[in-house]
């Protein structure tokens, strides 16, 4: 693994599966003047992602990774990060689970955010669940990503109001606008202190 002394910027990968709105956000933030880091690689299992636009349209890296079988696709994606040089992996949507193998292989180096106040509601329908449940708070946290889904942990966290009237995808959208503050912020913490 290179090492981090002497280097500018560190490089980055962000696993993405669908939208990509996190990513976008991400490379936005990476262009500012202080970023710690540089988004190197993006990997996608879904070959129509719409967030691989962003790969185009920044000039970053693709790779879109067949997940036919984990072990290959989780072989594949360390031979990617090892060709870049990446340092540290984001993931963004990204919809698969990572093997407790790959995590030790990035001991520390993997960040994932989601869209509820963990350690409520993990895996998926955060939003219906939280509102289903009567919660006056849902949120969002960046957290590490450890062998257990959505346990690692937490790094940072934004609370967001449901209201009476909030449908999942009126909630969705009020989530994902506090997820674009929160996971830049969350990651230079991150980095600045390896
Ligand atoms: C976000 O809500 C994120 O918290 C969750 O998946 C969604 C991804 O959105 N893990 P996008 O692809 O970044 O737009």
Redesign the pocket.
């Known amino acids: 693994m290179p090492k981090l002394i002497g280097v500018k910027k560190i490089d980055i990968a962000v696993l993405?599966?669908?939208?990509?709105?996190?990513?976008?956000?991400l490379i936005n933030h990476s262009f500012k003047k202080n970023s710690k880091f540089k988004i190197n690689l993006i990997i996608s299992n879904k070959s129509k992602a719409?967030?691989l636009n962003y790969a185009k349209k920044f000039k970053i890296h693709k790779k879109i990774i067949d997940y036919l079988s984990a072990k290959n696709a989780e072989k594949d994606i360390l031979s990617e990060l090892k060709r870049k040089q990446i340092y540290f992996i984001c993931?963004?949507?990204?919809m698969k689970i990572l093997s407790s193998n790959f995590i030790k292989k990035f001991k520390g180096k993997i960040i994932?955010?989601?869209?509820s106040l963990l350690p409520k509601y993990k895996g998926l329908n955060t939003h219906q669940r939280a509102i289903s449940n009567n919660e006056k708070y849902s949120g969002?946290t960046v957290h590490y990503v450890s062998s257990k889904l959505d346990s690692g942990k937490i790094i940072l966290q934004k609370k967001v109001r449901i209201f009476k009237n909030d449908t999942s995808e009126k909630l969705?959208k009020k989530?994902?606008k506090q997820?674009h503050i929160l996971y830049p912020k969350a990651l230079e913490k991150v980095l600045s202190s390896l």
């Open positions: 993405i599966s669908g939208n990509g709105t996190n990513l976008k956000n719409k967030g993931l963004a949507g990204f994932n955010i989601h869209p969002c969705a989530v994902l997820e």
